[in-house]
């Protein structure tokens, strides 16, 4: 059991619906330095059930009077992507720190929009990139950051799974749904590509920014066959290493995540779990200099938590911040459209030029 601090974030959860059961919710529960102070969600079935298990201490079915309480000093935005940049615009203009589900958004120009916030407000925005606090995955960052030198060379892949829901419904609870709930007027489903992109691509591109830093160009192929989607991406990164970043959805198979990266100075292997198991990642971190692999075990896989945590920690301490900020969200947006353009195009795009939707 976490032994909590005696300065806490007082939390609000805007959205109580998957997402927030199967991550937030418990994550503020359980955090040493945050508490679930507030909920907020439009239909009161979802609501009610909610507060009864989590026993918040406000619940609200109007966002607005949310943001109102003065207690309140933070907002986890756990909504549908099309919410993500309205809800958390308001939230940082009432004065509250946001961390937002990623993706931020779903264009540049909105993730612009957000940006602005972020600066008038002085609030901190930190986006659900939560991976970046799996500790083993930290662990390696660290190897690649102080140790490995030079990068020549990463090889990225994430790839979803037929089987994920079958492994995933025998380890999750049942998730509590409303007929009431407020869902946004389009179909986020209607056009698979953009969804699929935005869902599980938003990973894939900030891992491999988290590793080898910004990405400058891209050049990308798309396969639809047998009703998977398979994107290969050709990368440049701005220090001149190259990368190789695979997006495929569904694979036939178990869930495929992890990446191979080369330096200098060692290397580094990765496999990565489906998110809902909470695990760490299996890292290999080979050190040139002694010809030694190393295996850290990432014992608190619940990234999560951890996530917050890492919020927390900025919010009221002033540590540094260790999550993705909203200039990390657009830099994934810009990858994002990038690799929809050039599958359009079949060239070349550069990050810097693009424009619009995913």
């Not at 969804?195 to 938003?202: P, Q, R």
């Not at 990266?261 to 998110?275: D, H, I």
């Not at 295996?295 to 619940?302: E, Q, S």
């Amino acid at each position: 059991m976490i032994e909590k601090e005696n300065r806490r974030l007082r939390v609000g959860v805007l959205g109580c619906g998957p997402i927030a059961q199967f991550a937030h919710l418990e994550s503020c529960v359980k955090a040493r330095n945050a508490d679930l102070y507030a909920i907020c969600d439009t239909a009161p079935d979802l609501l009610a059930r909610m507060g009864a298990t989590y026993e918040p201490e406000r619940m609200f079915s109007d966002y607005d009077a949310m943001l109102a309480d003065p207690a309140l000093e933070a907002v986890i935005v756990a909504t549908s992507d099309a919410y993500h940049v309205p809800m958390s615009i308001k939230a940082l203009e009432a004065g509250k720190h946001v961390l937002c589900e990623k993706p931020i958004g779903v264009s540049v120009e909105e993730g612009r929009t957000l940006a602005d916030a972020v600066k008038r407000s002085g609030k901190i925005l930190q986006v659900g990139h939560m991976k970046r606090f799996d500790p083993a995955l930290e662990a390696a960052r660290d190897f690649v950051r102080d140790d490995i030198g030079e990068i020549f060379a990463l090889k990225a892949w994430y790839c979803d799974s037929t089987h994920r829901y079958t492994n995933t419904d025998a380890v999750q609870p049942l998730p509590v749904t409303s007929k009431l709930a407020r869902k946004p007027s389009g179909n986020p489903k209607a056009d698979l590509r953009q969804y699929f992109m935005l869902a599980h691509g938003s990973h894939l591109v900030d891992t491999a920014r988290f590793f080898c830093g910004e990405i400058v160009a891209v050049r990308a192929r798309l396969l639809q066959r047998a009703g998977a989607y398979c994107w290969f991406v050709e990368t440049e990164f701005a220090n001149g290493a190259l990368g190789h970043l695979d997006l495929t959805v569904a694979v036939r198979m178990d869930w495929h995540e992890g990446f191979q990266l080369y330096g200098e100075n060692g290397s580094v292997l990765a496999k990565t779990f489906n998110p809902w198991y909470l695990r760490a990642s299996e890292v290999e971190i080979f050190h040139e200099k002694d010809a030694t692999t190393r295996k850290p075990l990432g014992a608190d896989g619940h990234f999560f938590r951890r996530q917050l945590e890492g919020l927390a920690d900025t919010a009221l301490q002033g540590a540094p911040m260790r999550g993705a900020d909203v200039e990390d969200g657009i830099a994934s947006i810009r990858a994002m459209v990038a690799i929809a353009r050039s599958v359009e195009t079949g060239q070349r795009v550069a990050l810097a030029s693009v424009t619009g939707a995913v």
